[in-house]
């Protein structure tokens, strides 16, 4: 049974719990039925999170959202708000898919008494439709038709082609509007070099050199900005007149060269020119000048509005602007590196992290734990792999292991020139990533299992850091299966030992059993049957206040308030990508 499976069986437990409580109240008005209601609805979102179900995480949140009002006065919840909202429980108990944003709308217009679905979301459909060609609709339909019905024959085999020319075109159509070519964006770029030369009377030349780079559509404007400044500088600032260029030796046209690449996952940018150079001799007088004498010359360029000129004509004394190269390359999670020489000219590297939508990458085992590696990365696989001298030989040639599970059954040769061994290969996948670092980790890839898998960086894994997390354990407390389900599998995936309670009873239970052996940390859902985790966290500290406690949920402000009274350490939401409560448990461990 996968966590989808799981879900929709928590959902249907609950939901009709909550039809019973409803029937409850509306016969007794025993208002604390309400609270109870409440906590089911809250749990029911926590798990719709994990598993990506935006449409259940939407409704449960504005069903809370009425109680919430009502217990605060704002609002009152007359029977037939009751009835419409007994209405339609059964229908959504019915599904198997999640809802979408029409489907939540409908179901909240029905509650609330309202007309059908507004206007504006049809709209909207209509408007998405439109932007795509009618011929490449009917396709997407087509090829789902066929899907459909070679599943019903029981035809795998034509099913998965099917769907996998379905993924490939919707793929496609996905990164055309989400990336643009470097070779289309800078097309006519040479007319800015002409411009910005013909104002500075001096003779200039551009050389592109790009290959099939892509950037995002919405960094475009921001990159374009960027290499305005850049060329703008390097004809102000670097380029020579053509007769003081005739004069030093060099040719009358001054050079000013673009090229793009990629190195490992990072996008490499570098505008370079054939002038003068930076002279850092001048750039440390004026920040003396200006009270900046303690500064790098290579870090005063890059200050708002520092320049050497003294006049403000055309684009000179103006400030050089290459904070705004700086401030693009930083906010991507990259930096600029200057490489500079006088009389022989000046070259800015500009790279960050490439944000991929989706990755292809080979699923291994090793030590019962799963991990990935980006095809990119992999030169070959071998089975059997011969170890010699602690070292994989093979093709003749001597290989060193970067990591070796405990019964090595193949070897992965990467592109660092280095091995890795794992017990067992489960398959090739292909999935979206989320581009979140985690030391030897690259990212995380999704749509294989419910829970991501970890795109491990092969540049930087050892056998260390690892095995490092393998000796910590954590405590899980949540009553929702489908949560301690997929949390519990994804901290198993970094070697965590996780260990799980049902409810804030069982939690403080085990910590007074485990008196002499605690877990590293605990993490901990809020609403709870029993006891919340208000009370759970309070009982825990007064055991042992140095075990930190993680408050995993959706809190309000004021929620959060009183769960940093009550002693919890630290609070996460339920709607983050899990990875980042890997980052948290890691921080509060090592402190």
């Known amino acids: 049974m996968d966590f989808v499976e799981i879900f929709f069986q928590e959902l249907r437990e609950k939901g009709q719990q909550s039809i019973d409580l409803i029937r409850k109240y509306l016969e007794s008005k025993d208002h604390s039925v309400i609270n109870e209601l409440y906590r089911i609805f809250h749990t029911i979102k926590g798990s719709a999170s994990l598993v990506g179900f935006n449409g259940y995480k939407t409704l449960m949140h504005t069903l809370e959202e009425y109680f919430k009002k009502y217990s605060t006065g704002e609002i009152t919840l007359p029977d037939e708000f009751w009835a419409r909202m007994l209405s339609t429980i059964p229908s959504v108990l019915e599904r198997n898919t999640d809802l979408t944003d029409n489907e939540v709308q409908k179901i909240i217009d029905v509650i609330e008494g309202k007309e059908q679905v507004p206007e504006a979301s049809a709209q909207a459909i209509s408007k998405l439709a439109s932007q795509l060609p009618i011929e490449l609709l009917t396709e997407f339909v087509s090829l789902t038709l066929s899907t459909e019905n070679s599943l019903m024959r029981d035809d795998t085999k034509n099913a998965l082609r099917d769907v996998r020319a379905l993924k490939s075109k919707l793929s496609t159509l996905i990164e055309d509007s989400f990336y643009v070519k470097l070779g289309s964006l800078l097309r006519n770029f040479d007319v800015l070099v002409i411009q910005e030369a013909t104002i500075n009377k001096k003779n200039v030349k551009l ?11 919405k960094d475009s404007q921001m990159l374009i900005d960027m290499l305005v400044h850049l060329v703008r500088n390097a004809i102000s600032h670097g380029i020579e007149s053509p007769e003081t260029r005739v004069r030093h030796g060099k040719p009358e046209f001054g050079t000013i060269a673009f090229r793009s690449y990629v190195l490992g996952n990072e996008l490499y940018l570098e505008v370079e020119d054939d002038g003068a150079g930076i002279d850092f001799e001048k750039v440390r007088q004026k920040a003396i000048r200006m009270g900046l004498g303690n500064m790098r010359p290579d870090e005063l360029i890059f200050i708002p509005g520092f320049s050497t000129s003294e006049k403000t004509d055309g684009t000179s004394g103006r400030g050089i602007g290459l904070d705004v190269v700086k401030n693009f390359a930083i906010a991507r999670g990259g930096n600029v590196e200057l490489v500079t020489e006088m009389g022989k000219g000046t070259r800015f590297i500009v790279h960050f992290p490439i944000r991929t939508l989706f990755v292809r990458v080979l699923v291994v085992e090793s030590d019962n734990y799963k991990f990935c590696v980006d095809f990119n990365d992999i030169v070959e696989v071998i089975s059997k792999p011969d170890i010699t001298d602690g070292k994989i030989k093979h093709n003749g040639k001597l290989f060193e292991i970067s990591y070796q599970s405990r019964i090595p059954r193949f070897g992965i040769i990467t592109t660092s020139q280095k091995t890795i061994l794992v017990d067992n290969i489960l398959g090739t996948f292909d999935g979206q990533i989320s581009n979140e670092n985690y030391g030897f980790i690259k990212g995380f ?95 825990i500290k007064e055991l042992d206040e140095q075990l930190p406690v993680i408050l995993f949920s959706t809190l309000s402000h004021e929620q959060l308030q009183k769960g940093i009274e009550v002693g919890a350490d630290s609070y996460i939401s339920k709607e983050e990508p899990p990875e980042r409560l890997l980052r948290l448990i890691e921080k509060l461990i090592k402190k």
């Open 207 to 217: 050389n592109l050199d790009i290959g099939d780079e892509r950037i995002e559509k």
């Open 445 to 539: 890839v999704k749509n294989i299992f419910v829970y991501p898998l970890p795109v491990i960086d092969v540049s930087t894994i050892s056998q260390d850091n690892v095995e490092k997390s393998q000796q910590y354990s954590v405590l899980l407390v949540d009553d929702s299966v489908v949560t301690r389900t997929i949390v519990s599998k994804f901290l198993s995936t970094f070697g965590y030992k996780v260990f799980e309670a049902k409810d804030g009873l069982e939690a403080v239970k085990f910590i007074e059993k485990n008196r002499s052996n605690l877990p590293d940390v605990v993490v901990c859902d809020v609403e709870m049957p029993h006891i919340d985790g208000f009370e759970t966290t309070k009982r």
